[in-house]
C-alpha cells in the first residue's frame, strides 16, 4: 500500500503555473473570437430557447388549460422542472459556501463556475411558478406590498415561503457570485487593449485596486456572506420540500422530507457542474486548474449524497409500513408497482444503483464513464420529483378521485425552453466572463503564499 | 518608465501636479511582506500594498486594525430580522387578521421562515453595499493609481507598495530612497488627477433626462392604461353573464335584469292586500316604524335613490330628469300633507297615474321609512308654531 504524508497538503492546481499565465488561460475564451464548437452549441441552445419559447407564449396567449395539469393532478410538469432547477442551483453555493467555510482549496478552480450554474438554474426554476399562477403578469402580488385591494399574503403559507425562499437565494447568490467578480474584472480591466471591453470592465470592476486595505475588508465580507449562504442553501430546499410536507397528501405528509430534498438537490447540482465542468475544461483547455482530482472529488460527493438519497427512498418505504397508515401504505406500493411503475423504477436505477459504479476508482477518474453517470444522476432526478408529484396527487384518498396525468406537447415545450436557457446562459457566461476565478486560483498555486508563514504545498 | 497617463500629460505639465503617491513593484510574496514590514518600521502609516490575490500574513505585516464589517452585518441582519417579524406580526394581527387554518393570528412559527431569509437577504446585502460604498467609496475609476503601469502589474503577476503623499513622513527622494532599499523596481510617481467639475446643467444631460422621463412615463401608461386592457389580458372578464344596468338580447323585453314572477310571494310574507285597487279602499294602514333618527336617515337615503329623480330631493315636483317624463306634483301639497301614512305607502306600492309600483325595488320597511321622511319634509315647509318652542 501506498503511504501517504497526511500533514502536507496536496497541490490544487497541476503545475506550477505563474501569475500571468492563468491569467491568460482564463481570459483566453473571452479574448478569441468563438470556436466551431461553441458555434454550433449556442444555434442547438439559442433553438431550444425559441421552440421552447413559442410553448411559453402560447400558454401565455391562451392560458395553462393548454397543459397536462387536471383535477386531481393539478400540479405537473411546471412543479416538478421548478422542484428540479432549483435543486440544480444547490450544488454551485456547496461548493462556493460551503467548501469554503470548510476550507476546501479545491473549491477554488470551480466554485466561480458553479455559482454561475446556481443563477442561471434559479432563473429557470424561477420561470415556472410564475407562469404556473395562469397571469404571469399579476405576479406582483405574490409579494407583500401594500396594494389597492387592501389585502396582504399570507404569511403562514409555504408556497409564500417559497416566493421569500428562492428571490433571496437568488438575489445572495447573485451578490456572491459578483463580489468574487470584482478583483477578475479589474485584472481582465488592466490587461485588456479594446476599448468596449475596457469600458465594461471598468464599469463592473468598480474602480477595484487591489489594495491589501480593500482585501481586508473583502475577505472578511467574503467569509460573511459565506456563513449566511450556507444556511440559506439548506432553508431553500427546506422550505420547497414544505410545499409538500405541509400538505396532508399521503406520499408528501412526512418529517423527512427536507433533509431529503436537501441531499437530493445536492445530488442533482453536483451531477450538473460535473457535466458542465468536464465540457469546459475540455473546451479552453483548463485541466491543470479544473483538474481530475476536481472531478473525482466531486464524483466522491455525489456517491455519497446518492446513498443519502437510496436511505430516504427506502425509509419512506419503511415507514409507509410501520405508520400502518393504510392510504400512506398504498401510495408507496402504487409507486413502485402501480401505473407510474416505470416512473419510479427509472429514478431507482438511476438514483440508487448506477451510481454506485464511482466505487471503483477507474470509473470515478475516467472522463466518460463518469460524463454519462452524471447525466444518469439528473435524469433520476428529474424523475424523482415527477414520481413524488405526480403519483401521490393521481391516487390520493378517494378510489373515486382518482386520475391520471399525461403532459402535453406545451409541457415538454417549456421544460425544453428552460433547458435552453439554462444552456445559452453557461455559453454566453464561458465566453463572456472569466469561469475560473482568477485571484483565487492565484492564491493557491504553490508558492504563491509568503514561505515562513505556511501558506502552501511543501515539497 | 512612462505611463500611459504621464505621457498623455506631457512632461511639462508633470512638474505642476500635485503627487498623489510613490510607489514600487516587487516580485515575489515574500519580498512584499518584508517590505510592508520595513514600511512600518520606517514609520509610514498612509502607505498601501496592492496584490492580485490576498497575501497571507500582509494585515498582520501592514499593523492593521481588524475589519469591523461584520459590525454593518449584525446591525443591518438584525433591523431585517425585527422589521420582518414585527410586519408580519402587524398584516396578521392588526391590518388583515384572517384565521388560517384555526390557528391564531399570531402565529409566529410560521413566521420563522419568511424572518430567516429577510434576515439573511438584508445582511448580505447590507453587508455589501456598505462595503462597497462606505468602506471603499467606490465606484472610484478617476483614482490616481488607475492606467498605470503600477496597476498594471499589480492587477496580474506582481506585488506594488505605494506610499501616500498625506503621509506625515512624506518626502519624494526619502520614499525613492526607501523603496529601493526595500528592493523595489519600477519605481513611479502618481499624481492627483485634474479635477473636472461635473456638469449637472448639461444641456445634454437634461435632455437625457427629459427623454428617460418621458419614456418611462409613457410606457407606464401604456401598460397600466392600455395594455392591460386588451387581449389576452382581458379573457377572463369576457364571460357570458347577464350584466346589471345593461341591454340583453336574451329576453324580450330587452332587459338584462329581471322581476320577479308574477305572483311569486315571498317566504314569510303575506301580499299586499289591497294591490290594484283605488285608494279609497285603503284603511287600517298604520306606519309600523318609529319616528327616530335612524329611521328617518334610512328613508333620507331611500327616498334619494328612488323617489328624488322624479319628485326632487326636497318633494318639490322639480323633476332632474329633463323632461323625459312629465313632472309629478309637489309632496307638499294639502292632499298630501293631509293623507294618512296609508294612503301614501299605497301609492308607493301601487302606483298612481304615470308612477309605477315600487314594491320590487323598495322593501315594505324601506317605504314606511321614507313616509317619515316625506313628513320631515312636509314639516320642514309648513312648521308649526311650537317647534319654535321645543327648540327652544
Given at each position: 500500500m501506498r503511504t501517504f504524508d497526511y500533514t502536507q497538503e496536496l497541490p490544487?492546481?497541476?503545475?506550477?503555473?505563474s501569475a500571468k499565465a492563468i491569467d491568460d488561460v482564463v481570459s483566453k475564451p473571452l479574448d478569441t473570437k468563438p470556436g466551431k464548437v461553441w458555434k454550433i452549441l449556442i444555434t442547438i441552445t439559442s433553438l431550444m430557447l425559441l421552440v421552447g419559447g413559442g410553448a411559453l407564449v402560447w400558454t401565455f396567449y391562451k392560458?395553462?388549460?393548454?397543459?397536462?395539469?387536471?383535477?386531481?393532478?393539478?400540479?405537473?410538469?411546471d412543479i416538478v422542472n421548478f422542484v428540479f432547477w432549483v435543486g440544480i442551483g444547490h450544488a454551485g453555493t456547496l461548493i462556493s459556501a460551503i467548501l469554503f467555510l470548510l476550507r476546501q482549496r479545491w473549491r477554488t478552480g470551480i466554485a466561480r463556475f458553479a455559482e454561475a450554474m446556481t443563477i442561471f438554474a434559479v432563473m429557470c426554476a424561477g420561470i415556472f411558478p410564475a407562469i404556473h399562477t395562469g397571469?404571469?403578469?399579476?405576479?406582483?402580488?405574490?409579494f407583500p406590498y401594500p396594494n389597492a385591494n387592501h389585502i396582504w399574503v399570507n404569511f403562514t403559507s409555504p408556497l409564500l415561503w417559497d416566493v421569500f425562499a428562492v428571490s433571496t437565494y437568488f438575489t445572495v447568490s447573485l451578490v456572491f457570485w459578483y463580489i468574487g467578480l470584482i478583483p477578475d474584472f479589474a485584472t481582465l480591466r488592466d490587461r485588456t487593449d479594446n476599448k468596449l471591453k475596457k469600458t465594461i470592465y471598468t464599469i463592473f470592476s468598480?474602480?477595484?485596486?487591489?489594495?491589501t486595505r480593500h482585501w481586508q475588508h473583502y475577505e472578511k465580507t467574503y467569509m460573511i456572506l459565506a456563513g449566511f449562504a450556507t444556511p440559506l442553501v439548506l432553508s431553500v430546499h427546506t422550505i420547497v420540500s414544505f410545499d409538500f410536507a405541509?400538505?396532508?397528501?399521503p406520499g408528501w405528509?412526512?418529517?423527512?422530507f427536507p433533509p431529503y430534498f436537501v441531499a437530493g438537490a445536492v445530488f442533482s447540482g453536483f451531477a450538473m457542474v460535473q457535466n458542465v465542468l468536464i465540457f469546459v475544461r475540455q473546451a479552453f483547455n483548463m485541466k491543470h486548474i479544473i483538474t481530475i482530482k476536481h472531478l473525482e472529488r466531486m464524483n466522491q460527493i455525489i456517491i455519497l449524497v446518492g446513498t443519502m438519497v437510496g436511505y430516504a427512498y427506502a425509509m419512506e418505504f419503511f415507514i409507509a409500513w410501520y405508520s400502518g397508515n393504510q392510504f400512506e401504505t398504498f401510495t408507496f406500493i402504487n409507486r413502485a408497482f402501480g401505473p407510474y411503475a416505470w416512473a419510479y423504477w427509472i429514478m431507482v436505477s438511476c438514483n440508487?444503483?448506477?451510481?454506485?459504479?464511482?466505487?471503483s476508482k477507474k470509473i470515478r477518474t475516467t472522463i466518460v464513464p463518469m460524463f454519462i453517470i452524471g447525466i444518469i444522476v439528473n435524469i433520476g432526478m428529474w424523475f424523482e420529483r415527477f414520481v413524488i408529484i405526480v403519483t401521490s396527487l393521481s391516487r390520493d384518498f378517494l378510489p373515486s378521485s382518482w386520475g391520471m396525468y399525461t403532459p402535453t406537447i406545451y409541457d415538454l415545450g417549456i421544460l425544453m425552453f428552460s433547458f435552453g436557457l439554462f444552456f445559452t446562459n453557461v455559453l454566453i457566461f464561458v465566453k463572456t466572463m472569466?469561469?475560473?476565478s482568477i485571484s483565487e486560483v492565484k492564491a493557491v498555486v504553490?508558492?504563491?503564499?509568503?514561505?515562513?508563514?505556511?501558506g502552501g504545498h511543501h515539497e | 518608465m512612462l505611463t500611459e497617463r504621464s505621457r498623455r500629460i506631457g512632461e511639462a505639465d508633470i512638474m505642476n501636479k500635485k503627487i498623489y503617491s510613490i510607489g514600487g513593484l516587487f516580485d515575489t510574496p515574500d519580498s512584499i511582506i518584508h517590505a510592508a514590514e520595513e514600511a512600518v518600521k520606517e514609520g509610514y502609516t498612509k502607505f498601501d500594498v496592492n496584490t492580485p490575490y490576498p497575501v497571507h500574513g500582509m494585515e498582520s505585516a501592514m499593523k492593521l486594525k481588524p475589519s469591523l464589517i461584520g459590525l454593518v452585518t449584525l446591525f443591518v441582519g438584525l433591523s431585517g430580522a425585527a422589521f420582518a417579524f414585527m410586519f408580519m406580526y402587524w398584516v396578521s394581527v392588526v391590518d388583515y387578521p384572517l384565521i388560517i387554518g384555526g390557528?391564531?393570528?399570531?402565529?409566529?412559527p410560521a413566521f420563522v421562515p419568511v424572518t430567516f431569509e429577510v434576515t439573511v437577504l438584508s445582511a448580505a446585502v447590507g453587508t455589501v453595499a456598505v462595503m462597497i460604498?462606505?468602506?471603499?467609496?467606490?465606484?472610484?475609476?478617476?483614482?490616481?493609481?488607475?492606467?498605470?503601469n503600477y496597476m498594471k502589474h499589480v492587477s496580474s503577476d506582481r506585488f506594488g507598495l505605494n506610499v501616500v503623499?498625506?503621509?506625515?513622513?512624506?518626502?519624494e527622494s526619502k520614499v525613492k530612497d526607501f523603496l529601493s532599499r526595500a528592493g523595489a523596481k519600477d519605481i513611479e510617481i502618481f499624481y492627483e488627477p485634474e479635477r473636472k467639475p461635473?456638469?449637472?446643467?448639461?444641456p445634454k444631460f437634461i435632455g437625457l433626462l427629459v427623454v428617460i422621463a418621458t419614456v418611462t412615463a409613457g410606457v407606464t401608461y401604456f401598460t397600466l392604461n392600455k395594455l392591460l386592457y386588451m387581449p389576452p389580458f382581458t379573457w377572463m372578464a369576457e364571460q357570458d353573464r347577464l350584466s346589471s344596468q345593461s341591454q340583453n338580447a336574451m329576453f324580450t323585453d330587452g332587459f338584462g335584469m329581471r322581476n320577479p314572477v308574477e305572483g311569486t310571494v315571498a317566504r314569510g310574507f303575506t301580499p299586499y292586500?289591497?294591490?290594484?285597487?283605488?285608494?279609497?279602499?285603503?284603511?287600517?294602514?298604520?306606519?309600523?316604524?318609529?319616528?327616530?333618527k335612524e329611521v328617518i336617515d334610512r328613508g333620507k337615503m331611500r327616498f334619494d335613490t328612488y323617489?328624488?329623480?322624479?319628485?326632487?330631493y326636497f318633494g318639490k315636483?322639480?323633476?332632474?330628469?329633463n323632461g323625459q317624463f312629465p313632472n309629478p306634483p309637489t309632496l307638499h301639497s294639502d292632499k298630501v300633507r293631509n293623507w294618512p301614512d296609508g294612503n301614501i305607502y299605497h301609492v308607493i306600492t301601487n302606483g298612481q297615474n304615470v308612477m309605477p309600483s315600487y314594491d320590487k325595488q323598495i322593501t315594505r320597511d324601506d317605504r314606511w321609512a321614507i313616509i317619515h321622511y316625506i313628513r320631515v319634509l312636509q314639516r320642514s315647509l309648513n312648521?308649526?308654531?311650537?317647534d319654535l318652542e321645543t327648540k327652544k
Amino acid at each position: 500500500m501506498r503511504t501517504f504524508d497526511y500533514t502536507q497538503e496536496l497541490p490544487v492546481v497541476d503545475g506550477q503555473p505563474s501569475a500571468k499565465a492563468i491569467d491568460d488561460v482564463v481570459s483566453k475564451p473571452l479574448d478569441t473570437k468563438p470556436g466551431k464548437v461553441w458555434k454550433i452549441l449556442i444555434t442547438i441552445t439559442s433553438l431550444m430557447l425559441l421552440v421552447g419559447g413559442g410553448a411559453l407564449v402560447w400558454t401565455f396567449y391562451k392560458g395553462i388549460g393548454v397543459w397536462g395539469n387536471n383535477q386531481p393532478v393539478s400540479w405537473g410538469f411546471d412543479i416538478v422542472n421548478f422542484v428540479f432547477w432549483v435543486g440544480i442551483g444547490h450544488a454551485g453555493t456547496l461548493i462556493s459556501a460551503i467548501l469554503f467555510l470548510l476550507r476546501q482549496r479545491w473549491r477554488t478552480g470551480i466554485a466561480r463556475f458553479a455559482e454561475a450554474m446556481t443563477i442561471f438554474a434559479v432563473m429557470c426554476a424561477g420561470i415556472f411558478p410564475a407562469i404556473h399562477t395562469g397571469r404571469a403578469w399579476l405576479d406582483g402580488y405574490l409579494f407583500p406590498y401594500p396594494n389597492a385591494n387592501h389585502i396582504w399574503v399570507n404569511f403562514t403559507s409555504p408556497l409564500l415561503w417559497d416566493v421569500f425562499a428562492v428571490s433571496t437565494y437568488f438575489t445572495v447568490s447573485l451578490v456572491f457570485w459578483y463580489i468574487g467578480l470584482i478583483p477578475d474584472f479589474a485584472t481582465l480591466r488592466d490587461r485588456t487593449d479594446n476599448k468596449l471591453k475596457k469600458t465594461i470592465y471598468t464599469i463592473f470592476s468598480l474602480g477595484w485596486r487591489h489594495s491589501t486595505r480593500h482585501w481586508q475588508h473583502y475577505e472578511k465580507t467574503y467569509m460573511i456572506l459565506a456563513g449566511f449562504a450556507t444556511p440559506l442553501v439548506l432553508s431553500v430546499h427546506t422550505i420547497v420540500s414544505f410545499d409538500f410536507a405541509v400538505s396532508v397528501i399521503p406520499g408528501w405528509h412526512t418529517t423527512i422530507f427536507p433533509p431529503y430534498f436537501v441531499a437530493g438537490a445536492v445530488f442533482s447540482g453536483f451531477a450538473m457542474v460535473q457535466n458542465v465542468l468536464i465540457f469546459v475544461r475540455q473546451a479552453f483547455n483548463m485541466k491543470h486548474i479544473i483538474t481530475i482530482k476536481h472531478l473525482e472529488r466531486m464524483n466522491q460527493i455525489i456517491i455519497l449524497v446518492g446513498t443519502m438519497v437510496g436511505y430516504a427512498y427506502a425509509m419512506e418505504f419503511f415507514i409507509a409500513w410501520y405508520s400502518g397508515n393504510q392510504f400512506e401504505t398504498f401510495t408507496f406500493i402504487n409507486r413502485a408497482f402501480g401505473p407510474y411503475a416505470w416512473a419510479y423504477w427509472i429514478m431507482v436505477s438511476c438514483n440508487v444503483i448506477l451510481p454506485q459504479l464511482f466505487w471503483s476508482k477507474k470509473i470515478r477518474t475516467t472522463i466518460v464513464p463518469m460524463f454519462i453517470i452524471g447525466i444518469i444522476v439528473n435524469i433520476g432526478m428529474w424523475f424523482e420529483r415527477f414520481v413524488i408529484i405526480v403519483t401521490s396527487l393521481s391516487r390520493d384518498f378517494l378510489p373515486s378521485s382518482w386520475g391520471m396525468y399525461t403532459p402535453t406537447i406545451y409541457d415538454l415545450g417549456i421544460l425544453m425552453f428552460s433547458f435552453g436557457l439554462f444552456f445559452t446562459n453557461v455559453l454566453i457566461f464561458v465566453k463572456t466572463m472569466p469561469s475560473v476565478s482568477i485571484s483565487e486560483v492565484k492564491a493557491v498555486v504553490d508558492g504563491a503564499q509568503p514561505s515562513h508563514r505556511g501558506g502552501g504545498h511543501h515539497e | 518608465m512612462l505611463t500611459e497617463r504621464s505621457r498623455r500629460i506631457g512632461e511639462a505639465d508633470i512638474m505642476n501636479k500635485k503627487i498623489y503617491s510613490i510607489g514600487g513593484l516587487f516580485d515575489t510574496p515574500d519580498s512584499i511582506i518584508h517590505a510592508a514590514e520595513e514600511a512600518v518600521k520606517e514609520g509610514y502609516t498612509k502607505f498601501d500594498v496592492n496584490t492580485p490575490y490576498p497575501v497571507h500574513g500582509m494585515e498582520s505585516a501592514m499593523k492593521l486594525k481588524p475589519s469591523l464589517i461584520g459590525l454593518v452585518t449584525l446591525f443591518v441582519g438584525l433591523s431585517g430580522a425585527a422589521f420582518a417579524f414585527m410586519f408580519m406580526y402587524w398584516v396578521s394581527v392588526v391590518d388583515y387578521p384572517l384565521i388560517i387554518g384555526g390557528k391564531p393570528f399570531f402565529s409566529w412559527p410560521a413566521f420563522v421562515p419568511v424572518t430567516f431569509e429577510v434576515t439573511v437577504l438584508s445582511a448580505a446585502v447590507g453587508t455589501v453595499a456598505v462595503m462597497i460604498a462606505m468602506f471603499f467609496k467606490f465606484p472610484n475609476n478617476a483614482h490616481p493609481l488607475h492606467d498605470t503601469n503600477y496597476m498594471k502589474h499589480v492587477s496580474s503577476d506582481r506585488f506594488g507598495l505605494n506610499v501616500v503623499a498625506i503621509d506625515p513622513l512624506f518626502d519624494e527622494s526619502k520614499v525613492k530612497d526607501f523603496l529601493s532599499r526595500a528592493g523595489a523596481k519600477d519605481i513611479e510617481i502618481f499624481y492627483e488627477p485634474e479635477r473636472k467639475p461635473i456638469r449637472v446643467f448639461d444641456p445634454k444631460f437634461i435632455g437625457l433626462l427629459v427623454v428617460i422621463a418621458t419614456v418611462t412615463a409613457g410606457v407606464t401608461y401604456f401598460t397600466l392604461n392600455k395594455l392591460l386592457y386588451m387581449p389576452p389580458f382581458t379573457w377572463m372578464a369576457e364571460q357570458d353573464r347577464l350584466s346589471s344596468q345593461s341591454q340583453n338580447a336574451m329576453f324580450t323585453d330587452g332587459f338584462g335584469m329581471r322581476n320577479p314572477v308574477e305572483g311569486t310571494v315571498a317566504r314569510g310574507f303575506t301580499p299586499y292586500e289591497f294591490k290594484g285597487q283605488p285608494d279609497s279602499v285603503v284603511r287600517n294602514l298604520s306606519n309600523p316604524l318609529p319616528f327616530s333618527k335612524e329611521v328617518i336617515d334610512r328613508g333620507k337615503m331611500r327616498f334619494d335613490t328612488y323617489c328624488s329623480p322624479c319628485h326632487g330631493y326636497f318633494g318639490k315636483g322639480d323633476s332632474r330628469l329633463n323632461g323625459q317624463f312629465p313632472n309629478p306634483p309637489t309632496l307638499h301639497s294639502d292632499k298630501v300633507r293631509n293623507w294618512p301614512d296609508g294612503n301614501i305607502y299605497h301609492v308607493i306600492t301601487n302606483g298612481q297615474n304615470v308612477m309605477p309600483s315600487y314594491d320590487k325595488q323598495i322593501t315594505r320597511d324601506d317605504r314606511w321609512a321614507i313616509i317619515h321622511y316625506i313628513r320631515v319634509l312636509q314639516r320642514s315647509l309648513n312648521a308649526k308654531d311650537t317647534d319654535l318652542e321645543t327648540k327652544k
